[in-house]
């Protein structure tokens, strides 16, 4: 699996998916610009020592990324999409796509890939779960599809 941060602002939030990754074998990719350097102290510190076995990509923006990858399958989360993240049919080689804390997915890429956009369900009114939890739940359903595969 592949977990793409569109833009993360908060380090913190990045060490914890940082750590979520190594932990799962999912690979993550940053998308630039960062809210932060990349030898931020909090960064470091939410992902703790897994730093050494995390597969991780750094890409100058969204064009750049999809030009290295050649992703197959994409996958958007978002408080806007419609349909629920549960519904997806996930595979190994996927890519979920994150937008950054503060402002989500830029319009452009909800409209372009509308029909790959998905939420994870919250009460209504409520604006939305952090970053790093979002990723972990919707990461750990493609997991749970496909079996925890190579996991214990």
Known sequence: MNIVLFEPEIPQNTGNIARTCASTGAALHLIKPLGFSIDDKQLKRAGLDYWHSLNISYHDGFDAFLETEKPE???FLSTKGVSHY???KYSSNDYLVFGKETAGLPAAIREKYCDRLFRVPMVKD????NLSNTVAIVLYEALRQQGFE???
């Open 73 to 75: 399958n994409l996958w």
């Open 86 to 88: 549960h519904k997806v």
């Open 126 to 129: 409520n604006r939305s779960l």
């Open 150 to 152: 190579g996991m214990s």
